[in-house]
């Protein structure tokens, strides 16, 4: 993989992460385009790449949300102290002042959104990597998602609820579990986290707003848990055809586009809903089966 290719691959991955149209998927999509799928040892080391570089992603989150992300850890600290975990006298969470009492709460509803991901993820990952990483699961999973995404537009009309809801502070563990479920699905290439964890947050009554970011925290801990696990477990072999100055830029580049759709995307969707994205995933979807197909019409026209 050159410097451009990783430069390529690193603003689709940032653009496309946490916008609910799969990174993944475009990822599949842009290295098929760029001839990084022809070799095997090359496709599984770009497979691993794509993984890696959502590090950039995840640094965007810290960048954007730093006060969120300090009442997390806070008050997660906080109420170990409380329980007299540090030294002390153990009290009841309930005496908790409200803001740490808040932050521990989200971190508590973060975590149980992770467990499904966590408890299936290691168990399909080689099936995973087998069967679904390729041009044509990404396509069908483009246009069922996008299809899906306009049937929930019209359904919840998502821009006139976008004045009320709940806010993050009135999530449930329940509610949070069943978003971590959804999220399972993303586990599909082309699928899309983003698009499952923000429905499942509209649905059970979150502002647009909220869902988002409750989105893009939940992404600090799936997506950093798959970073991490990729890179113990594949990462020799990447860099075996990777290089590590073509893995920073591919980082850098996730960082710094992921930041800027992070913006984009809430404003997209207080405004419109979620509508514009599935329209997007249909006409992508549709493109490409169109670009395969002229591929092996050009294919067969030579003889190759």
């Not at 299809?147 to 502070?169: H, N, P, Q």
Request: some cysteine; proline content about 4%.
């Amino acid at each position: 993989m050159s410097w451009w290719q990783a430069l390529i691959m690193g603003v689709v991955e940032g653009l496309t992460e946490y916008l609910p149209i799969s990174s993944t998927g475009h990822l599949i999509l842009t290295a098929w385009l760029l001839g990084l799928d022809t070799d095997p040892e090359l496709r599984q080391a770009t497979n691993t790449f794509n993984i890696v570089i959502q590090g950039g992603a995840i640094l965007a989150v810290l960048w954007l949300y730093p006060r969120r992300v300090s009442q997390i850890f806070t008050g997660f600290g906080a109420a170990l102290k409380h329980r007299g975990v540090f030294g002390g006298k153990a009290q009841p969470l309930a005496t908790l002042a409200d803001t740490p009492r808040n932050g521990f709460r989200l971190a508590m509803n973060l975590l149980v959104a992770f467990l499904p991901a966590a408890i299936l993820g290691p168990l399909l990952d080689d099936w995973i990597d087998s069967k679904l990483m390729n041009v044509w699961p990404v396509v069908a999973a483009l246009f069922v998602g996008g299809v899906g995404m306009i049937a929930f537009a019209r359904l919840r009309r998502v821009r006139r609820a976008a004045a009320s809801g709940l806010e993050l502070e009135n999530l449930t563990w329940q509610m949070a579990l069943a978003i971590g479920v959804l999220q399972c699905f993303a586990m599909w290439p082309g699928t899309s986290r983003s698009m499952m964890t923000i429905v499942a947050a509209l649905l059970l009554g979150l502002r647009p707003r909220a869902a988002a970011e409750f989105s893009f925290l939940l992404g600090l801990i799936t997506l950093g848990a798959a970073t991490a696990y990729k890179a113990v477990s594949a990462g020799d072999s990447m860099l075996e055809h990777i290089h590590t100055d073509t893995l920073a830029i591919g980082l850098v580049a996730a960082a710094i586009s992921a930041a800027v759709a992070m913006k984009f995307f809430v404003t997209v969707l207080v405004r419109y809903g979620m509508a514009p994205f599935g329209w997007y995933r249909i006409a992508l979807s549709i493109a490409f089966v169109l670009a395969v197909l002229a591929g092996h019409e050009v294919a067969s026209a030579t003889g190759e």
